[in-house]
């Protein structure tokens, strides 16, 4: 396999100068040459394409998935052993089913993207997406551009990818991807990085978009909203946090040793930085796994973890931050006030925090968790209310049926993704972020009525 070259997105070429026009005329080019070819493919040939480019990168011989295993922590913002594992889990999702069971969810027909399809009474509709999308990168993770770019693939979209100063080399090596497989799809994306905040760069793109895709803090996502023309559309994704739950009886069920590993996935994957990472696991008090043992066992378990797959340096100000909360542990657990820490012998590679105190804790992250023992459900959303708006998925970890019954207070409260414990960094290509249709807020409708 040839070496890509590196030379063809604007993020490329970090010595040549950005300015308004240059951003303006590149949108610009992006549309023309996704009406010369994009707008022509259908779902077949897109969605053969985009598998293409997920086996590569689950392939270690790969050129450009080294590139990204062997830059630095810096650029990546992960150890290779932490990259490694979440970019194999991004792209095993991405097969033919999984793609056409997303355009069948959103649009009933995925041949509407195409041209009319029947609806009922002799009316007829089809869709379209955006001819020029926006998309402010996050800054954390790198599998929420990727499904964004494909997803604007998918509905024949051009793309301009911003992102922060410093953080598009993951972005940039998938768009590489994309033009080794196939020139044309590349023609119609662009990569670029800026600070965040720039309204002169930003003002030329949003002129120029007919959708901005934001993802970061609330307060980022409210400056943009301020900004933009009301004529555009903005699909916005703040700050969310998640929780775990662990059943009383779901150890003699599941085992107590497989509830434990599932819980450390959560846990390690993506050093716990996403927003479907947990802060809280509770645990039903009353079962035969008590909550004190499950700390203990999960500490335990973080430390094998961490042999296997380090958690690689962090900020030294996000380090600061887990020491600063272990020695606040610390002294309550020397006083015997409801409280004890497991940690990693000198170094905050992993943190493990019970106490009795239910309240919702943020964590510091980077894996550090709190533990807390709650009596049932209703009693955990009665303690979590003051984030009830914030919180985006919960992992249980019960069986089958008892799943169900939780699921059901949980859906009603308004948490919009359950899932089984161990699966809360890895939702499924056609999951509804934010509980929001992935295409659906993207796209237009049309209807033909016949007479």
């Not at 990569?191 to 002129?207: K, P, Y």
């Not at 708006?389 to 019960?398: D, F, H, I, K, N």
Request: hydrophobic content about 40%.
């Amino acid at each position: 396999m040839p070496k890509p070259s590196l030379d063809y997105f604007l993020a490329d070429k970090p010595g040549a100068e950005l300015t308004s026009t240059l951003i303006t005329e590149a949108c610009q080019a992006l549309r023309h040459n996704r009406d010369d070819y994009l707008a022509l493919v259908g779902n077949e040939p897109i969605i053969a394409k985009l598998i293409e480019v997920a086996n590569l990168w689950r392939s270690p011989d790969y050129e450009l998935r080294r590139q990204a295993l062997t830059a630095s922590p810096e650029e990546t913002g992960f150890p290779r052993e932490v990259l490694a594992a979440g970019l194999d889990a991004c792209f095993a999702d991405w097969t033919q089913e999984n793609f056409f069971m997303l355009l069948t969810q959103e649009f009933g027909d995925p041949t509407r993207l195409q041209g009319f399809a029947n609806q009922a009474n002799r009316t007829y509709s089809m869709v379209h997406g955006p001819q020029l999308i926006a998309h402010i990168a996050p800054g954390n993770l790198p599998v929420p551009i990727f499904q964004s770019i494909a997803f604007g693939l998918l509905l024949r979209s051009a793309q301009f990818v911003k992102c922060a100063t410093g953080k598009s080399l993951l972005p940039r090596l998938f768009a590489h991807s994309l033009h080794y497989v196939e020139p044309g799809l590349a023609s119609s994306l662009e990569i670029a990085e800026w600070d965040g905040g720039n309204e002169a760069f930003e003002s030329s793109l949003f002129t120029e978009a007919n959708c901005v895709v934001a993802s970061g803090n609330d307060n980022s996502i409210n400056s943009i909203r301020q900004r933009l023309p009301l004529t555009k559309r903005l699909l916005g994704y703040g700050h969310r946090i998640s929780f775990g739950y662990v059943e009383k009886q779901a150890n003699e069920i599941m085992g107590t040793q497989a509830i434990i590993s599932r819980a450390a996935d959560d846990i390690v994957a993506w050093n716990q930085r996403g927003c479907l990472s947990p802060h809280v696991i509770y645990v039903e008090q009353f079962g035969t796994l008590k909550p004190e043992r499950f700390a203990e066992m999960l500490a335990e378990e973080l430390e094998a973890r961490n042999e296997a797959m380090p958690r690689g340096p962090i900020p030294t100000k996000e380090a600061a931050a887990i020491s600063t909360a272990r020695r606040f542990y610390k002294i309550r657990e020397a006083n015997k006030v409801g409280a004890m820490l497991w940690e990693s012998e000198g170094t905050t590679n992993w943190t493990v925090v019970y106490e009795d105190e239910k309240q919702f804790q943020r964590s510091p992250l980077n894996r550090f968790i709190f533990i807390k023992p709650i009596e049932h459900i209703e009693e955990a959303l009665h303690v979590l209310e003051p984030i009830r708006e914030s919180v985006s998925t919960v992992g249980l970890a019960a069986s089958e049926a008892r799943m169900r019954e939780l699921a059901l207070p949980l859906a009603k409260w308004g948490v919009s993704r359950i899932c089984a414990i161990g699966q809360m960094q890895r939702p499924p290509l056609a999951w509804r972020h934010d509980g929001r249709p992935p295409l659906g807020e993207l796209i237009h409708w049309t209807d033909l009525e016949t007479a």
